[in-house]
């Protein structure tokens, strides 16, 4: 079935129709994902997960894929297992492989829309174009924003509103029956200020900086 079908418009749709895939958003980290218990939250730089992401079989380190809502994705695959062997190094617990949409050659093309409360409105869609019998063109795009859900007593404004945009060019050459190169550019872009988990900000807090642990913390 298509994802659309199985209303996976994101990442976070991905435990209830996979089992034994967990998705989570740690605090003061990233996103993480876990195969049979199999992942990590750590938030250095250095950390890598114990499942490993990739786009079309292209790994990801450290995007913003986890940000944006799914767009013109034709597939996903979940692996379990070690995949160190086919998808790079420290795939313990697996990995997961979206397969965005590539051209066709036919002339095809869609946009979907959705308004809502909160001025909240998103547009998507894709337009594919055959240039020769063997060269084609597609194109990819998202657009949401919305006002926020919480409001800001002192300022009078809100907060927690989302404002991002992505969009996607994918081109598609095949000389021979054998040969199949695809090349694909990807823009995404971000300037909300929604709420992350326990009601963080996304702005940065220059407070954190100046927490200073005289002695070690013992366990309770």
Not at 157 to 178: F, H, K, M, N, V
């Amino acid at each position: 079935p298509q994802l659309h079908d199985l209303l996976i418009f994101s990442f976070g749709r991905f435990p209830v129709n996979v089992p034994k895939l967990t998705f989570t958003k740690p605090n003061c980290s990233g996103s993480s994902i876990c195969i049979r218990a199999i992942g990590t939250t750590v938030i250095t730089s250095s950390g890598d997960s114990g499942v490993a992401i990739h786009v079309n079989e292209a790994p990801i380190v450290f995007a913003n894929i986890f940000s944006t809502e799914l767009y013109d994705v034709q597939a996903f695959e979940v692996l379990r297992g070690p995949q160190g062997t086919l998808f790079g190094r420290n795939a313990t617990g697996g990995t997961v492989n979206l397969i965005t949409s590539r051209p066709v050659n036919d002339l095809t093309g869609y946009i979907e829309a959705r308004v809502g409360d909160y001025n909240d409105e998103m547009f998507r869609g894709a337009l594919n174009v055959p240039i020769t019998d063997n060269f084609w063109v597609r194109g990819a795009f998202i657009k949401l924003s919305r006002d926020g859900y919480t409001e800001n007593l002192h300022k009078g404004e809100r907060i927690d509103g989302r404002d991002q945009w992505s969009a996607r060019l994918s081109l598609r050459y095949s000389p021979t029956e054998s040969t199949d190169i695809n090349l694909m550019y990807q823009r995404f872009k971000e300037d909300s200020n929604r709420s992350r988990v326990y009601k963080q900000m996304c702005h940065k807090d220059p407070d954190l900086s100046l927490i200073h642990i005289s002695e070690p913390t013992r366990p309770y």
